[in-house]
């Protein structure tokens, strides 16, 4: 793309975020009706949201529960994993990965990503052992992980998968959306493509599974007073799941800007010099929770300078993640955390940052943001 110089104070314009949430009438309208109704907690409106999330994902059952964190950790329960079982996981992610499998008891084991930032199956399959009960690949910014392979390791050893698919709501690998390859982990917080503010969804085409985790959603409970195992309150609200119905109806819109905003930056960028960019493997559909570049070696300015000269032109950018999520002295600690050399994932906390591509953004932000980077690299 021509370098299109323009005269301009680019500081003087409004900052772009790195996330913008974007709730309007409809949601103000079905939050209303929730509050009128008298009925807040776990009811009608969870269970549109429910339904939204099998229309999305095609599978049989989706289970709302409190957060992102408590899906993982509920999908872990719902397999029964008890101590001593081990999960293989990517490095690269969010805490609440790891978070999930300490919390329900497990024991975290790490295979290092590939250049597409997520875990394949080879790595995975290095790194089970007779105690690996579950395989948990996180689609990290959106791009799934390439699940066509990963079932085929899974099930030759006969191990379950469960998805982070916490940034991942829409995505699919050959045709088949995510949520359906093992049971499908998604995020509902304030940042991701749809949001209830706090919120989490576990898919699954499996009855038994789904029966289970009603089951421990509510304390356990089949009928009133009747405990059948122990559980919790992990319920989610028809307050939040008010907001996020609007938001599911939404999402082939929402979804279609974010793949826009992120062809503009790539075409924007391909020629950049000293950085590389996130490209979609064939047969992936990427849902671009993030934009994520690379700085390389051989840039004008370090990641890190780069993110600082880009605030200074108002544009936010993030450093998801800056180290191997079990890189910190608590979990090196953890006498439930492998720690193995992870140096793909070293690499990618040294070198990755994302720049805004939500749907929110307007065509004059993209340009902006295009026009930045392509000055601060001397492009
Ligand atoms: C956001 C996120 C989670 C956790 O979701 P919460 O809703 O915040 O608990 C888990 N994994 C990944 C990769 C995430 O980005």
Redesign the pocket.
């Known amino acids: 793309m021509p370098v299109v110089h323009r005269r301009r104070r680019v500081t003087a314009s409004a900052p772009i975020g790195v996330s913008r949430v974007e709730v309007g009438r409809e949601e103000e309208e079905l939050v209303l009706q929730v509050l009128r109704s008298g009925w807040l907690a776990q009811g009608p409106m969870v269970e549109r949201l429910e339904e939204s999330f099998c229309d999305l994902t095609r599978a049989r059952h989706a289970v709302a529960v409190s957060?992102?964190?408590?899906?993982?950790v509920a999908a872990l329960q719902a397999l029964e994993i008890a101590p001593g079982d081990e999960v293989v996981t990517s490095p690269f992610?969010?805490a609440?990965?790891l978070t999930?499998i300490l919390n329900a008891g497990a024991t975290a084991v790490f295979a290092d990503i590939d250049d597409d930032f997520n875990v394949p199956a080879h790595a995975l399959a290095a790194a089970m052992g007779t105690q690996t009960r579950v395989v948990m690949p996180?689609h990290?910014y959106g791009l799934p992980a390439d699940m066509s392979t990963i079932e085929e390791v899974a099930r030759s050893a006969s191990v379950a998968i469960v998805e982070?698919a916490?940034?991942a709501h829409g995505a699919a690998v050959a045709g088949r959306p995510v949520g359906t390859w093992g049971l499908g982990?998604f995020?509902?917080?304030a940042?991701?493509n749809v949001t209830t503010g706090?919120?989490?969804v576990v898919t699954t085409d499996d009855d038994a599974l789904a029966d289970r985790l009603r089951l421990l959603r509510n304390q356990g409970m089949r009928g009133r007073y009747e405990y059948e195992a122990l559980g919790h309150n992990y319920r989610m609200t028809d307050l939040q799941a008010a907001v996020g119905i609007p938001q599911m109806e939404r999402l082939e819109r929402i979804t279609a800007s974010r793949r826009a905003n992120a062809a503009v930056l790539t075409e924007g960028l391909e020629d950049v010099p000293g950085i590389r960019l996130p490209g979609t493997p064939p047969g992936r559909t990427h849902v671009w929770?993030q934009f994520t570049i690379r700085v390389t070696p051989d840039a004008v300015l370090t990641r890190d300078e780069l993110s600082d000269r880009l605030a200074g032109c108002g544009i936010s950018t993030a450093v998801y993640y800056p180290r191997a999520v079990y890189d910190y002295p608590c979990y090196r600690a953890h006498p439930r955390v492998r720690v193995t050399p992870t140096p793909n994932a070293d690499e990618a906390a040294r070198t990755v940052l994302s720049l805004p591509v939500h749907q929110g953004l307007t065509p004059s932000e993209l340009e902006r943001t295009v026009d930045c980077v392509r000055g601060l690299l001397g492009a």
């Open positions: 957060s992102g964190t408590v899906a993982l992610t969010f609440a990965t999930a996180v990290l982070d916490a940034q982990c995020s509902l917080y940042t991701k706090e919120g989490g929770h």
